[in-house]
């Protein structure tokens, strides 16, 4: 093991929307192969913070080291950045005329000009690794929600991003499809992807999380193993759904693997 650079470091981050201050001053720091729980009450950044990481909001302090490099400046090209950043959301936003592959490839063959072979083809990978493989053909609203997520996942793996970030990707599915979406995360986490997820799961956060965040007032307030944030895991809210634990076929990107 190297001592390595973090693969992101976040510091004095400031975001105001009107008079509302949303992020005051946050950091935080993520470690390659590290999962992170983003955790707080409602309205106290999280979606904030993963977007302006994203580059989806224009920051108006601080700074954010994407592989020790400042992603902020403003002479960094955005959509480059964003290629190295997955990002998957509580709703799909899946197109709903395109083909589940043609979702899957879109980035691929529009951002990084690969042909439409390759594209398919690496596409195809990933949704066997996500389990969806036939349903390739398949529109978006042919699939259960969960499918959905897991299309979702597999569009912001597909160009192999050094980071992934999820927003509550598990908030917008009926209870018994929440399982196999986390099934997908924690897998994903196995594998050695860096992430960070906004979550108001606790058992899974507490589960799947090497670090928690607690963030309020736009700050985190405490960061830490989940055991130190979280408290006692037998609280009634840290039960962790059962399924869960479903495995699924090992989740491998194409090429080479994410732990190197
Ligand atoms: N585009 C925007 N314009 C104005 N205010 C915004 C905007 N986006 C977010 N906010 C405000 O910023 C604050 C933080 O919102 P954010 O969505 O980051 O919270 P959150 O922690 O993700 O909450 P939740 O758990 O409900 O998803 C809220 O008060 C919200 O109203
Ligand atoms: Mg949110």
């Not at 996942?153 to 209870?175: H, Q």
């Not at 992430?195 to 899974?204: I, N």
Request: with cysteine; aromatic share 2%; hydrophobic share 45%.
């Amino acid at each position: 093991m190297t001592a390595a650079r973090p693969v992101l470091q976040v510091e004095g981050l400031r975001k105001v929307f009107g008079d509302r201050v949303v992020l005051d001053g946050l950091g935080l720091t993520a470690a390659e192969h590290s999962c992170t729980a983003l955790i707080g009450a409602s309205g106290s950044g999280k979606s904030t913070l993963l977007r302006c990481i994203d580059l989806l909001e224009v920051v108006d302090d601080g700074v954010i080291e994407l592989d020790g490099e400042d992603i902020t400046d403003p002479r960094v090209d955005a959509n480059t950045v964003r290629t190295r950043i997955g990002l998957v959301f509580q709703s799909f936003n899946l197109f709903p005329h395109l083909r589940v592959i043609d979702n899957v490839t879109l980035a691929l063959r529009r951002v990084h000009k690969v042909d439409r072979d390759k594209a398919e083809a690496d596409g195809l990978a990933m949704l066997e690794r996500v389990g969806l493989r036939d349903r390739a053909g398949a529109r978006p609203d042919e699939l259960s929600g969960g499918q959905q997520q897991r299309v979702a996942v597999a569009r912001a793996l597909v160009t192999r991003p050094r980071l992934m970030l999820f927003d509550e990707v598990t908030s917008a599915l009926d209870p018994e499809l929440v399982g196999e979406v986390l099934a997908l995360v924690r897998e994903l986490r196995d594998d050695g992807m860096t992430m960070l997820l906004a979550t108001h799961e606790m058992g899974f956060a507490r589960d799947v999380a090497d670090q928690v965040c607690f963030l309020e007032g736009g700050r985190v307030l405490e960061q830490g193993p989940p055991e130190q944030v979280l408290g006692d895991p037998g609280a009634p809210h840290a039960a962790v759904p059962a399924a869960h634990h479903r495995r699924r076929p090992a989740l491998n990107l194409p090429g080479a693997p994410l732990r190197q």
